[in-house]
């Protein structure tokens, strides 16, 4: 059967890889790492010495030279085994990307080698205390060369080796007009607020980050000053909104296995029959499989249209986060209730998921935000 994603012979060893990685280390420390809020360091070092940290980064710096194709279905094979890990690669890719497209850091080809060399682990650090889930609106300023900020929901807070950070512009006419930059973790002025204890993705360490007079070189700006929106929307959104997409379809992956599973083991044993021949379980069965696939083959024709790019783009990709934030909740809540009081268990994973699924929901941008701006483009009225 051919991948809903478009992957060939080029991308497969990378998946295969992932593939790997989930069964033998981010899989078997899932369970550990949710129950302990703590960081999958284990599977994060084996993606990095598999090279998959610069999976989409040039043969010139060391990387795969991959496209999203093989990003998403990283991702996805990631997120079936530790919905966390992949949340994590996610945001390492994303802010990859960005320091790539940069023309103005001082060490962008220093850093994006390491990078690919599994020697750097980056994140993004955009959403704030002050514009919340308005994640392109950072409300701290760019004073010289320091500033100050509230940042939260930094994914891997504690463990990355740098940020990818914004700020706004000093007497800047529009809160639209910022800039980006990048900064150590262990630079001074940086702290870690408080550990993350959340609902799901227990193990992203999604940290709120207080930032002081931490200093800003000229050399650390990652894009020239007012250019910091588009860089946001057209480079780290992109790969930020199909990452998640995929993410949200690992979950749903994951769940349909689980439930699939359980219907083929569990059953009566007054009359030898098991959960499967019950039509009303196969039927929600039927309905997980569908929306799933209905969401990966949205982001397949997605990923192709990233490559040929047209106008209509940009709303194929927020469609597909959109989509896929949907399913994965769609289809955790139909794996809870088909296999009833053994998914409220830890046993079968399946509540883990349910709960991993819902935090795409309030991910920046959120599903209002999505629905909005997808309202928006089909109307005609500007997205901002």
Same mark, same amino acid.
């Given at each position: 059967?051919?991948?809903?994603?478009?992957?060939? +012979?080029?991308?497969?060893? &990378?998946?295969?890889?992932?593939?790997?990685?989930?069964?033998?280390?981010?899989?078997? +420390?899932?369970?550990?790492?949710? /129950?302990?809020?703590?960081?999958?360091?284990? +599977?994060?070092?084996?993606?990095?010495?598999?090279?998959?940290?610069?999976? #989409?980064?040039?043969?010139?710096?060391? !990387?795969?030279?991959?496209?999203?194709?093989?990003?998403?279905?990283?991702?996805?094979?990631?997120?079936?085994?530790?919905?966390?890990?992949?949340?994590?690669?996610?945001?390492?890719?994303?802010?990859?990307?960005?320091?790539?497209?940069?023309? $103005?850091?001082?060490?962008?080809?220093?850093?994006?080698?390491?990078?690919?060399?599994?020697?750097?682990?980056? #994140?993004?650090?955009?959403?704030?205390?002050?514009?919340?889930?308005?994640?392109?609106?950072? =409300?701290?300023?760019? @004073?010289?060369?320091?500033?100050?900020?509230?940042?939260?929901? =930094?994914?891997? /807070?504690?463990?990355?080796?740098?940020? *990818?950070?914004?700020?706004?512009?000093?007497? %800047?006419?529009?809160?639209?007009?910022?800039?980006?930059?990048? *900064?150590?973790?262990?630079?001074?002025?940086?702290?870690? *607020?408080?550990?993350?204890?959340?609902?799901?993705?227990?193990?992203?360490?999604?940290?709120?980050?207080?930032?002081? @007079?931490?200093? *800003?070189?000229?050399?650390?700006?990652?894009?020239?000053? !007012?250019?910091?929106?588009? =860089?946001?929307?057209?480079?780290?959104?992109?790969? &930020? %909104?199909?990452?998640?997409?995929?993410?949200?379809?690992?979950?749903?992956?994951?769940?349909?296995?689980?439930?699939?599973?359980?219907?083929?083991?569990?059953?009566?044993?007054? @009359?030898?029959?098991?959960?499967?021949?019950?039509? @009303?379980?196969?039927?929600?069965?039927?309905?997980?499989?569908?929306? $799933?696939?209905?969401?990966?083959?949205?982001?397949?024709?997605?990923?192709?249209?990233?490559?040929?790019?047209?106008?209509?783009?940009?709303?194929?990709?927020?469609?597909?986060?959109?989509? +896929?934030?949907?399913?994965?909740?769609?289809?955790?809540?139909?794996?809870?209730? #088909?296999?009833?009081? /053994? %998914?409220?268990?830890?046993?079968?994973?399946?509540?883990?998921?349910?709960?991993?699924?819902?935090? !795409?929901?309030?991910? %920046?941008?959120?599903?209002?935000?999505?629905?909005?701006?997808?309202?928006?483009?089909?109307?005609?009225?500007?997205?901002?």
């Amino acid at each position: 059967m051919s991948h809903l994603y478009g992957i060939g +012979a080029t991308e497969k060893p &990378f998946v295969d890889s992932a593939t790997a990685i989930a069964k033998d280390v981010a899989g078997p +420390a899932a369970v550990d790492v949710d /129950a302990k809020a703590r960081f999958p360091k284990e +599977a994060v070092s084996a993606f990095q010495a598999q090279g998959l940290a610069g999976l #989409t980064l040039g043969p010139e710096v060391g !990387g795969k030279g991959q496209g999203p194709r093989a990003f998403c279905a990283v991702v996805e094979e990631l997120a079936m085994a530790c919905p966390s890990t992949a949340m994590v690669y996610t945001m390492h890719v994303s802010a990859t990307m960005a320091i790539a497209a940069s023309k $103005t850091l001082g060490n962008r080809a220093a850093v994006l080698k390491d990078i690919a060399a599994g020697k750097h682990l980056t #994140t993004l650090s955009l959403s704030e205390k002050g514009s919340r889930s308005i994640f392109w609106i950072p =409300v701290s300023k760019l @004073n010289g060369d320091t500033t100050s900020a509230q940042k939260s929901w =930094v994914t891997s /807070a504690g463990n990355a080796d740098s940020y *990818v950070s914004s700020a706004g512009l000093p007497n %800047a006419k529009s809160p639209l007009e910022s800039l980006l930059y990048l *900064v150590d973790r262990k630079a001074p002025g940086i702290k870690i *607020v408080a550990p993350f204890q959340g609902l799901g993705l227990r193990g992203n360490d999604s940290a709120p980050v207080s930032l002081e @007079n931490v200093k *800003v070189s000229k050399e650390a700006l990652v894009c020239a000053a !007012g250019e910091g929106l588009g =860089v946001m929307l057209q480079v780290i959104l992109p790969w &930020f %909104a199909i990452g998640t997409a995929a993410v949200g379809h690992g979950i749903c992956r994951a769940a349909i296995g689980a439930t699939t599973g359980h219907l083929g083991s569990a059953g009566f044993e007054f @009359n030898n029959s098991k959960l499967r021949d019950l039509p @009303n379980l196969r039927s929600r069965l039927a309905q997980m499989m569908v929306r $799933t696939e209905q969401s990966r083959a949205l982001l397949g024709y997605t990923l192709g249209l990233m490559e040929k790019p047209i106008d209509a783009t940009p709303l194929y990709v927020l469609q597909s986060r959109l989509s +896929a934030i949907q399913a994965a909740v769609d289809v955790t809540d139909l794996a809870m209730k #088909t296999c009833g009081g /053994a %998914a409220f268990s830890s046993h079968l994973g399946i509540e883990r998921m349910f709960r991993d699924a819902r935090a !795409g929901w309030v991910m %920046a941008p959120t599903v209002d935000h999505l629905e909005d701006l997808v309202g928006k483009a089909l109307t005609g009225l500007p997205l901002l």
